[in-house]
């Protein structure tokens, strides 16, 4: 008996195998009739992010909200910039030398700058992953629009945990090498590092786009560039010369918004795309390039030019109670009080004073003792009131090695905080001498006929400072005042916010500096240094070296010898030299737009350039300026 073999249809021959899916094994499919069918494993569910706990997280600790979403790199940076700028803002505030005001205060904002942007930043990236983790037929939904749309340090993460640690490590153990790098050299190594980035940075912008990696046209890169460049380069060279350079900024940052408009009209010629540079999708403003560059050059213009405008903090500084007190004037009342004699040691050998109201003026006379002689001005009470109110103020004294009288006045007025003007009269004993400390917040410092052992300090807040036949170095400063020196054996340097300065016959160094007045000077200083902000320079036979600044205005030099080396330099405002046309000098000198003329023989006009050697050329004139040149005969 034959068996026919049975004929059945494809679904009744088919076999089927499965295996049970097992973390990441693949479901099988085996049919007799067709290939295996492999069915992709199941996705493992990713925990979802929430944008709250991120915020939240990052609100608490800077970096944990980046932490949660899987940001180490970030999560790690922004913990270690505020810790970084605690080191640094700890270290400027406590190595000793002159405290950089602006620095501090950058430093300080920096602290609460880093953690709103970590919150910021936080919740943004939360937003991203979220927004493009939902993005129907991706692989990996979380992964892949992390790498695209949420950036992360890349080689900067490295680079800042390596600098970052070293300056961490030396703002800890603080050696001597690096106080003196950042006193010296440390403008130099700013305007070299923001150099070196506008240059990096224009040059990575012109290879992606003769790459054609940049889609679009990002435009304020190379204006970024230019502004940090040409800040870097004004930083080194006040560092190199001396100069105040940096202050042409003021008058010059108009040019970033021309650069940039420039920058724009280059790009939307070469596109040669109106219709689409209209609507916007090619060309974008590149906020992120430009903005910070804006804010860094501003920071470093702050801090290295903190002296043009440190007086209005210097008016609160010079006591922490200034602000809440009230200056009486030298009007009204008027109280002479009977003269206070304080007894002189044989190891006495400083007298400090310490006033808040009133001048003070010291003088030798020929006495034993010291005498002071106090008036009592109060201005708006009348009768037994202003009595009273002048009976209640006294002079509080310190016997011994250093004498210390402090001015304590009873406070009047409807504010109850009005200080009583007190006028010291200071009578020291002409067979002694003393070294000086005086401060006062608000009256004139006198000197006359005066004899220091070494050193004199002298500091008001508002009043001039005078100076006649004084022996002993002298430095000192008014916030607000005039400043008249004359007939002084020792070093003198003195320095006004707002007024002239006038100088004659100073044996030693002279050092003069204001913000706003004139400056004058008479057969002054062995060495010569003189600089303001906003006045003339009058300067009348020059000792030795010389060193002369203005920022706006004229200066008239007027010597019938060289004797030492001259650094002259104005930005805006004519220079006017009369030197002698028989001595041992170089001339070197510029002028960037003014007229060069010379009336002296062996020196060569060259364009812009006046050069030439008298004598031998020992000592060197260098003249550089922005207006006219004059070099006449004495």
């Excluded at 059945?8 to 009739?33: A, C, H, I, W, Y």
């Excluded at 915020?55 to 913990?79: D, E, N, T, W």
């Excluded at 129907?136 to 490295?158: K, L, M, N, T």
């Excluded at 809440?324 to 006495?348: H, I, R, W």
Aim: net charge neutral; proline share 5%.
């Amino acid at each position: 008996m034959k068996h026919e073999p049975r004929v059945t249809s494809p679904s009744e021959n088919q076999k089927f195998f499965s295996t049970m899916d097992r973390g990441d094994v693949q479901l099988t499919v085996v049919e007799e009739s067709g290939s295996p069918e492999v069915i992709p494993p199941r996705q493992k569910q990713r925990p979802v992010k929430r944008k709250f706990i991120a915020g939240l997280l990052a609100a608490m600790v800077p970096g944990a909200g980046h932490l949660y979403l899987g940001l180490l790199r970030k999560g790690i940076s922004f913990p270690f910039l505020i810790v970084l700028d605690i080191a640094a803002l700890l270290y400027f505030s406590s190595i000793g030398m002159q405290i950089n005001v602006p620095l501090l205060i950058l430093l300080a904002l920096c602290i609460p700058a880093v953690y709103f942007f970590n919150v910021y930043d936080a919740l943004q990236s939360a937003d991203r992953m979220i927004h493009f983790g939902k993005i129907p037929g991706a692989a990996d939904p979380v992964q892949a629009p992390r790498r695209r749309f949420i950036s992360e340090p890349g080689i900067s993460f490295g680079l800042l945990l390596l600098l970052g640690g070293a300056m961490l490590f030396l703002f800890r153990q603080r050696p001597v090498w690096l106080r003196h790098f950042i006193e010296h050299q440390a403008g130099a190594a700013a305007g070299i590092l923001l150099i070196t980035f506008g240059v990096i940075l224009a040059a990575r912008e012109t290879l992606l786009k003769m790459l054609r990696r940049r889609h679009g046209d990002r435009i304020g890169r190379f204006t970024a560039s230019f502004l940090l460049v040409g800040v870097g380069i004004l930083l080194f060279r006040d560092w190199q010369l001396g100069t105040d350079n940096m202050l042409l900024l003021l008058k010059w940052w108009p040019t970033v918004p021309v650069m940039w408009g420039l920058e724009y009209l280059f790009a939307y010629l070469i596109a040669r795309r109106p219709r689409k540079a209209v609507i916007g999708s090619g060309f974008r403003p590149d906020f992120r390039g430009l903005l910070p560059a804006i804010l860094l050059g501003a920071s470093v213009f702050i801090v290295s030019e903190q002296e043009h405008y440190l007086h209005l903090w210097n008016k609160v500084s010079l006591n922490l109670t200034a602000a809440a007190v009230d200056y009486g004037e030298a009007k009204g009342s008027k109280f002479q009080k009977p003269a206070l004699t304080v007894p002189v040691e044989l190891n006495t050998a400083k007298l400090d004073v310490d006033a808040i109201n009133g001048d003070i003026f010291v003088h030798r006379s020929p006495i034993d003792h010291i005498e002071i002689t106090p008036t009592v001005w109060i201005d708006q009470l009348e009768g037994a009131r202003a009595e009273a109110v002048s009976d209640q103020s006294f002079i509080e004294v310190a016997e011994g090695a250093t004498i210390k009288l402090t001015t304590k006045g009873k406070a009047y007025g409807e504010s109850g905080k009005r200080q009583p003007r007190i006028d010291l009269d200071i009578a020291i004993p002409d067979n002694r001498r003393f070294n000086l400390q005086i401060t006062t917040m608000n009256g004139g410092i006198k000197l006359q006929n005066t004899e220091a052992i070494q050193d004199i300090s002298l500091e008001t807040g508002n009043g001039p400072i005078i100076l006649y036949k004084v022996f002993g170095s002298v430095k000192g400063k008014t916030h607000n005042g005039e400043v008249r020196v004359r007939e002084v054996e020792g070093d003198v340097d003195l320095a006004t916010n707002g007024g002239d300065m006038r100088a004659w016959d100073v044996a030693g160094a002279l050092k003069l500096s204001t913000a706003v007045g004139n400056i004058s000077a008479e057969r002054s200083g062995n060495e010569l240094d003189v600089s303001t902000r906003n006045g003339n320079v009058a300067i009348n036979e020059v000792r030795s070296s010389l060193n002369a600044q203005s920022l706006n205005g004229i200066i008239d030099i007027r010597s019938p010898y060289v004797q030492g080396d001259w650094n002259i330099y104005s930005a805006v405002g004519d220079i006017d030299l009369r030197l002698p046309v028989e001595g041992s000098y170089s001339l070197k000198g510029s002028s960037s737009y003014g007229d060069i003329v010379s009336g002296i023989p062996g020196l060569v006009i060259d364009k812009k350039t006046i050069s030439g050697k008298i004598g031998t050329g020992e000592f060197k004139v260098e003249v550089e300026g922005n207006s006219n040149l004059n070099v006449i005969k004495n």
